[in-house]
């Protein structure tokens, strides 16, 4: 497989040992995974790195590789440590099936993706990179969600589609030599692309859902719930209509389910 003339949308699956609820682990994971699938535009492939095979009985496998970690899952500590490394292994297959340059997007396990953003995505300069500055909060314990008109990647991990020459991307997971290990928090990565003098917009769109308190986040497992996590929700008609309309999904007693 050639990847050069796609979008490679690279997932760090958390492992079971650290799971507080390894079937809602895989049942998020599927509904990402839905959410991409059901994309407007089909120049995309989904390369999952993580411990265990998640369980996902209503996704198509063809767009899916998944690459098993060769390293021990994290302990109490660590696991921002444990995400990078699966990134980077995600990366690594990208260069094995890469001839010259890519675009790749960070998305973590849990967050969706609209049914447009390759579209839109694809009408941007192949070498330019792209930050998400517009996509939507939305707090898993009372289904309350709001926009975040802009510098949305304070707030998540799922909105850098960077594009990456095939020697800037890692050998193996331990390869932190690369321009790709310069990118590793989400909040920096608009002003790391100008300090390392590299093409990036931003892509004023809402284009993702980044969920959050659940137990099994990576932010939960920082901080623990965040009280008052959305300021100004949207009615409950809008939200679910931007979930049905645009991410092909519904909520229902914190869970977001595909439709």
């Known amino acids: 497989m050639i990847v050069d003339d796609r979008i490679v949308f690279c997932i760090s ?3 079971a040992s650290n799971a507080t609820d390894w079937p809602r682990v895989c049942q998020m994971l599927e509904t990402t995974v839905t959410t991409i699938q059901r994309s407007t535009s089909k120049l995309f492939h989904i390369v999952i790195a993580g411990h265990e095979m998640p369980d996902m009985k209503n996704v198509d496998w063809d767009s899916i590789t ?12 660590g696991k921002g440590w444990d995400k990078l490394k699966k990134r980077r292994l995600a990366a690594a297959w990208v260069k094995q099936h890469c001839l010259k340059r890519c675009r790749l997007a960070f998305a973590d396990a849990d967050d969706l ?3 447009s953003l390759i579209d839109d995505v694809s009408k941007i300069d192949p070498a330019v990179s792209v930050v998400i500055d517009a996509g939507y909060r939305l707090d898993a314990r009372n289904g309350d969600m709001e926009l975040i008109a802009d510098e949305f990647s304070r707030h998540c991990g799922s909105c850098f589609l960077p594009v990456f020459d095939k020697q800037e991307l890692p050998d193996s997971w331990e390869d932190e030599t690369t321009v790709f290990s310069s990118f590793d928090s989400h909040k920096e990565f608009y002003t790391t692309c100008q300090a390392l003098d590299r093409a ?10 980044y969920l959050m308190n659940h137990e099994d986040s990576l932010e939960y497992a920082k901080k623990g719930m965040k009280e008052n996590a959305v300021k100004k929700s949207l009615k409950l008609s809008q939200r679910d209509t931007i979930l049905r309309n645009t991410f092909s999904c519904r909520y229902w007693d914190g869970v977001l389910y595909r439709v």
């Open 113 to 115: 993706i609209s049914a």
């Open 66 to 77: 998944f690459l098993q970690a060769p390293f021990a899952p994290p302990g109490s500590r």
């Open 200 to 209: 990036v917009m931003l892509l004023e769109v809402p284009s993702i859902i």
């Open 13 to 15: 699956l958390k492992s």
